[in-house]
């Protein structure tokens, strides 16, 4: 069975500062990764995704992720966190093969808190 | 196109009572999961229709249970309630075909049961 670790529970960031939040997973074979955030009172929501290709991905509001598979981590990214970024964020993996994409497995997740 | 709806966004049961919970998934779709998210546990998966036939399950008792209608909404079912079963009940909706394994869920607000 998968697992997703999340190191981070819980991070307090000043406006501007940057922003790295560590996600790996173990698991035999391939999977597809993901980031979710969750603002406070609203649903989750789809930060940004890796299935193949180039390990370095972009997403909404300037988020990014780099896949390093070697070290089965999949860490997000943000150069300059706005206090509107105060939220909990959650990696997730579905591996391959399952035939679907809602068989996920989450990390416990790392609540984000931007100070002004 | 309309997000993933769910209803009640709050229930309120007595232990040893049943619930039942509803899931409408986005145009299309027709895959429908549930998680149960608590603050000690995270997020975890219970279960994932497709086609109206169970596909994948998680490690829950019996007493949780679901299934999917011909237009792909999905009920979920808690029997017997328990204190523990006291959680934000999410549903996620993905397209569930052939190549799903290249997408995305997305996530409704959840239903917040609570047991007392």
């Known amino acids: 069975a998968q697992s997703v670790s999340q190191h981070n529970h819980h991070v307090i960031l000043s406006e501007a500062a940057s922003l790295e939040l560590g996600c790996n997973y173990s698991?035999?074979?391939?999977?597809?990764l993901f980031w979710y955030v969750q603002y406070p009172g609203q649903h989750l929501q789809l930060l940004l995704k890796?299935?193949?290709?180039?390990?370095l991905v972009k997403g909404i509001k300037g988020f990014e992720a780099e896949f390093i598979k070697s070290k089965f981590s999949f860490n997000l990214r943000k150069p300059s966190v706005q206090w509107s970024d105060t939220a909990e964020y959650f990696c997730?993996?579905?591996?391959?093969?399952?035939?679907?994409?809602?068989?996920?497995?989450f990390g416990t997740g790392t609540r984000l808190q931007v100070t002004l | 196109k309309a997000g993933v709806t769910q209803t009640p966004r709050y229930l309120i049961k007595t232990r040893g009572q049943q619930v039942t919970l509803s899931c409408s998934p986005i145009?299309?779709?027709?895959?429908v999961s549930w998680y149960q998210q608590t603050p000690g546990q995270g997020l975890q998966f219970l279960f994932e229709?497709?086609?109206?036939?169970?596909?994948n399950k998680g490690n829950f008792p019996g007493r949780f249970s679901g299934r999917q209608f011909s237009n792909s909404r999905s009920e979920m079912n808690v029997s017997t309630l328990e204190l523990g079963d006291s959680a934000l009940y999410l549903c996620?909706?993905?397209?569930?075909?052939?190549?799903?394994?290249?997408?995305?869920?997305?996530f409704g607000q959840g239903t917040r049961l609570t047991v007392v």
């Open positions: 996620a909706s993905s397209f569930g075909g052939f190549g799903a394994d290249h997408t995305e869920a997305f």
């Open positions: 698991y035999g074979g391939t999977v597809n």
């Open positions: 890796y299935f193949s290709g180039d390990p």
């Open positions: 997730a993996v579905n591996p391959r093969g399952t035939g679907t994409a809602s068989k996920l497995t």
């Open positions: 145009s299309g779709h027709r895959s």
């Open positions: 229709y497709f086609s109206e036939t169970q596909r």
